[in-house]
């Protein structure tokens, strides 16, 4: 009788597992069942309709440290498969991809749609049998066989696959199964900020600031955007994803701090003022910005410590001169929500890692059961990282099982 392997989930991770396996081992047949009446919806969005493929960044050891949740569980992974492979398989298969300026791969012709051609085009050729609009509502082991309930009857597997993504529904069913489910946060988000400094600021951007969370070792450094709602930009969501967990925790409720000078202490900016006030004493000091601080930020930040529009750098005192040192480099802000960034939808929790073989992306509990994507408690930052986890557990699960496994 022929060997079944049904996957439950038609997004980047499952499809590419359907093809792996429907191609390492042609006798065996492989069924997709997906939800939804369209697949691979993540991948027509990412990049905001291009597709962020992947990262160039080829060595695992660097590329796991873009993993807030699993960094160390997918070293062996990406030795076995990394953004070198992805890249390669595209290439091989027709789609052109391109390396940018920041190292996000994207496809040469700028349209998701070519991903989604070539990944349909392949499973077609492999003779994967997709069923879409087909829910999962059960999952059974019994004479080591696999029952999975759908509305359109039973299906009956040797081995599965679960790449469903964030889906509570296949949690609950996984949990009922014996797999611990570490509860799911949002990560990857902005921080929602009422206060005069940056209101009207929308749009105002900084290469390099150094943001912190107050009372915790939660610090990042790198460009920073004023948003209609507050803070946004590659250092708030660096945070945001590295504190998922804790930040849930608070209810979105949490002071931080702002050095928007980042490559500057304290003690230098006040050097810098003192310096100021000695060789420009009648300078206007709301006219005039310094450290690249944009000018209509540095009025603000000014105004915040009592320098009004008419002062001169000789009219401030000691005191307000300090005060106005360590706004710039320590700004005192409280968050007081958070909203998702652009079409971004990504969350820490999942299935506990440490229930995982992951040379095989197999559960240690229940032989013959796979997981793979976001199903897992594996999240990333932006830029094609969390694409990468999910090309790299669909692979190396999709050959485990056609039966294979990948040195």
């Known amino acids: 009788m022929q060997e079944t392997a049904i996957i439950i989930g038609g997004g980047a991770a499952g499809i590419f597992a359907a093809i792996a396996c429907a191609e390492a081992n042609p006798s065996q047949k492989v069924i997709v069942l997906e939800k939804a009446k369209t697949l691979l919806q993540k991948v027509k969005i990412s990049g905001g ?3 962020n493929v992947t990262h160039a960044c080829f060595v695992p050891k ?3 440290q873009f993993y807030p949740r699993g960094n160390k569980e997918l070293i062996g992974p990406f030795s076995r498969f990394q953004p070198a492979d992805i890249m390669e398989w595209f290439a091989d298969r027709g789609v052109d991809l391109k390396i940018e300026a920041d190292n996000r791969v994207f496809p040469e012709s700028d349209q998701s749609q070519t991903i989604i051609d070539c990944l349909l085009m392949m499973a ?3 003779g994967v049998e997709i069923k879409k609009g087909v ?10 066989k696999w029952q999975i309930k759908t509305q359109e009857g039973d299906y009956i597997a040797n081995k599965i696959l679960v790449a469903a993504g964030s889906s509570k529904k296949l949690w609950d069913i996984l949990k009922k199964l014996g797999h611990n489910i570490i509860e799911p946060v949002p990560s990857l988000f902005t921080f929602n900020i009422k206060d005069p400094r940056i209101k009207g600021l929308a749009g105002i951007s900084l290469d390099n600031a150094e943001v912190s969370i107050a009372n915790s070792q939660l610090v990042e450094n790198g460009p920073l955007l004023i948003t209609h709602w507050g803070l946004s930009g590659p250092v708030v969501l660096k945070l945001s994803s590295w504190g998922a967990p804790a930040l849930a925790d608070c209810m979105y409720y949490f002071p931080i701090l702002i050095n928007w000078v980042a490559d500057l202490e304290q003690e230098e900016v006040l050097a810098a003022f003192t310096e100021e006030r000695v060789s420009n004493s009648r300078k206007r000091i709301q006219n005039h910005t310094m450290f690249g601080v944009p000018l209509r930020l540095w009025k603000n930040l000014a105004q ?3 320098i009004e529009n008419t002062h001169n750098w000789g009219d401030i005192s000691n005191k307000t001169m300090q005060d106005f040192a360590n706004e710039i480099t320590g700004s005192f802000f409280q968050v007081s929500g958070k909203s998702r960034f652009k079409e971004e939808f990504v969350t820490a929790g999942g299935v506990d890692l440490k229930e995982i073989n992951f040379k095989r992306f197999e559960s240690t509990k229940l032989p013959g ?4 994507g976001e199903i897992l408690n594996i999240d990333a930052l932006t830029g094609g990282f969390n694409f990468q986890a999910a090309w790299t557990g669909g692979w190396l699960a999709g050959h485990a099982l056609a039966g294979q496994e990948i040195e």
């Open 49 to 51: 309709g291009r597709c």
């Open 62 to 64: 660097d590329l796991v």
């Open 124 to 126: 077609e050729s492999a």
């Open 135 to 144: 829910a999962v509502s059960d999952i059974k082991n019994e004479d080591k």
């Open 304 to 306: 915040h410590v009592g």
């Open 369 to 372: 059961l796979f997981l793979a």
